[in-house]
């Protein structure tokens, strides 16, 4: 396919010179990525994340030519030549090309990552006294039948985006989604979890993606502490003693707010935070 004239930014140009308005994914969000952190030099759960990563390009139609070994490889290697102790490594495998179809399987599957320096998400006093959150948003999670949840594709960000920014502008730091019927699903990029009556509650992985950073929390309780999957009421939630996030970006992230009821970070929350902590030394 030739395109003819391009226009990008202020200016009509060569379309050799804006190739990124012929990306597939940029139409069509045909791409997927994975977040990993970095601690000390080293990438917690590569593998866990890797794997996820062809999964999901598998899951949305892509055909990546290299296998999880050689995508590893690549990652340490970039990690390695970036002298980066602490940071966030961002692969993505996304259709590329220059047939703009709506099928185009011409075009090739390409892969990509970025790493940079990364401290934390909302800032060091955050992991102290928590986040405001709100429901106040305008989209809900769409349900598993409407959409491949349980890819990490771009188009799965897109409702987190949006809500997001309408959380900022009322003055909430993220936005809490519900499900398509009602439910709590999760914040705009990280699963949600509540201590409810001596139980760790945290909703069903169906509609939302199962994170990584969820499964290893609830692979290392605390001795003593069990953790129920459950369709989750906001209204339970609003009950909760101790409310957190968890998420690449987000670590083990406690809650302060949710729309006008407030929370107060407490001593599981931290427990769990220091086992967290410990777990990523020791990966």
Request: aromatic letters at 8%; hydrophobic letters at 40%; proline letters at 6%.
């Amino acid at each position: 396919m030739t395109y003819a004239l391009a226009f990008l930014d202020d200016r009509f140009t060569n379309p050799d010179e804006a190739d990124i308005l012929t990306v597939h994914a940029l139409h069509y969000a045909t791409a997927v990525f994975e977040g990993i952190r970095v601690y000390d030099g080293r990438a917690f759960k590569l593998a866990e994340h890797v794997e996820r990563l062809l999964r999901s390009a598998l899951v949305i139609g892509l055909q990546p030519d290299l296998d999880a070994d050689s995508c590893a490889v690549v990652l340490e290697e970039m990690i390695m030549r970036s002298d980066l102790r602490n940071a966030y490594l961002r692969p993505v495998m996304f259709q590329g090309g220059v047939d703009l179809g709506v099928h185009a399987p011409s075009n090739k599957t390409r892969f990509g990552a970025l790493i940079w320096d990364w401290p934390t998400v909302f800032g060091e006093s955050a992991m102290q006294k928590g986040i405001s959150l709100t429901t106040q948003v305008p989209y809900r999670r769409p349900p598993p039948s409407c959409f491949p949840t349980e890819a990490k594709s771009s188009a799965g960000y897109l409702t987190g985006a949006i809500n997001r920014r309408h959380a900022a502008e009322a003055g909430f730091d993220d936005a809490l989604m519900l499900t398509h019927d009602g439910f709590v699903a999760e914040a705009s990029g990280a699963n949600i979890f509540a201590f409810h009556s001596g139980t760790l509650l945290t909703p069903r992985p169906s509609g939302i993606l199962d994170g990584i950073t969820r499964q290893t929390v609830m692979a290392h309780l605390p001795e003593g502490l069990t953790c129920r999957e459950c369709d989750l009421d906001l209204s339970t939630l609003l009950e909760a003693d101790e409310v957190f996030l968890t998420g690449t970006a987000y670590e083990i992230m406690p809650v302060r707010a949710i729309d006008g009821t407030r929370f107060q970070p407490g001593p599981q929350t931290r427990l769990i935070a220091e086992i967290y902590q410990t777990l990523t030394c020791a990966d």
